[in-house]
């Protein structure tokens, strides 16, 4: 009688635990990207993805107003820019349409980008 058999179970529960390993390693992070790509195209989502970015940033940015399809075609009511001698920044009316995925091969595709209006108070602190 062959060896083969006395392998067939541990052989196929090893295959088994890295079916569910590259299952995870792969499903999780696309489950996220996709729960993230659904959440910040919802109006509560967009609220959410706003007030991180003034969050994440130490409160040197501050966005109000997103709206459009994340993350190709946005739309900024307002992006104020501050630093610890107050805002420095302000730029409101902003559309942007661009390929982000291009990003990947190293090149920014802008399809448009549309200021209405930009305030340059002065030039941001020296840290």
């Known amino acids: 009688m062959a060896p083969w058999p006395a392998f067939a179970g541990p052989l196929r529960r090893m295959l088994r635990v890295v079916a569910w390993v590259l299952a995870a390693l792969v499903g999780v992070p696309a489950l996220a990207l996709a729960v993230l790509l659904v959440v910040a195209n919802l109006g509560p989502g967009q609220a959410l993805v706003a007030t991180l970015a003034g969050r ?3 409160g040197a940015v501050m966005v109000e107003g997103l709206s459009g399809r ?3 075609a946005l739309r900024l009511h307002r992006i104020v820019l ?3 001698a107050g805002d420095w ?7 942007l349409d661009w390929a982000p995925l291009r990003l990947l091969a190293g090149e920014a595709a802008i399809d448009r980008l549309r200021i209405g209006l930009a305030r340059l108070a002065r030039l941001p ?3």
């Open 82 to 84: 501050h630093d610890a």
């Open 89 to 95: 920044l302000t730029i409101e009316d902003v559309a």
């Open 125 to 127: 602190a020296s840290s």
């Open 56 to 58: 994440l940033s130490g």
């Open 70 to 72: 994340f993350p190709d």
